[in-house]
């Protein structure tokens, strides 16, 4: 007896079933998610322009290979909570407005996802950029210089520069100014801010 049509039939119905667990199933219960309003708010909020620019900058430099954005679930781990990462779990529906999303799967970076919540000034984010040993002690994050521009100073130092310090602090006369790229990326590390109410996350 040829039991080959039998042995097809089986292998396309286990990767039928995986197919419909894997990618239909979750569409049904996510793909359809909108934005909660609460007025006067929408949540989660739309994203600026150069946000999402900043977005880009963001996949570019492979940010998502050290940092998630994801606060887990206490029943995972309670840590990330206790660390002061954020005050909630991340839900589906704080991503929808996102892609690509950068859930992440690696830490060596600390999440990300209230980052803008955590260090709202844009200064600080530009000088550990340029420069993160400094402004974070024993940091292993590689430096994004290439991504400011050290200019000679034309009388007044720039309204828009950067006080950086330690080994790459530029000479007399010269001042480090942000690029549009590093402008961008800072608007989108700003705008993670993941602490608004949901129905599923209080």
């Not at 894997?22 to 929408?42: H, M, N, S």
């Not at 002061?84 to 060596?108: C, H, K, Q």
């Not at 024993?138 to 034309?154: C, N």
Request: hydrophobic share 40%.
């Amino acid at each position: 007896m040829n039991r080959l049509p039998r042995l097809f039939m089986g292998v396309f119905a286990a990767f039928a079933l995986a197919w419909l667990g894997l990618v239909i199933y979750p569409y049904f219960q996510l793909g359809r998610l909108e934005p909660f309003e609460k007025a006067p708010d929408i949540f989660p909020p739309q994203l600026s322009a150069q946000a999402i620019a900043g977005q880009r900058v963001y996949a570019a430099n492979g940010c998502v290979y050290c940092h998630s954005q994801q606060i887990r679930q206490p029943y995972v781990t309670e840590a990330d909570i206790q660390r002061g990462w954020g005050s909630r779990p991340t839900v589906a529906r704080d991503y929808i407005r996102e892609n690509p999303t950068f859930l992440g799967t690696m830490r060596t970076g600390p999440d990300l996802t209230n980052v803008g919540k955590r260090f709202t000034d844009p200064q600080w984010h530009y000088q550990h950029l340029f420069e993160p040993e400094v402004v974070v002690a024993g940091s292993i994050m590689p430096s994004f210089r290439y991504l400011f521009e050290v200019r000679k100073m034309a009388g007044a130092p720039s309204p828009d520069a950067v006080a950086v310090s330690g080994p790459h602090t530029p000479p007399a006369g010269y001042e480090v100014i942000p690029t549009e790229e590093a402008r961008a990326l800072v608007a989108y590390l700003l705008s993670l801010k993941h602490e608004y109410p949901l129905p599923e996350a209080p």
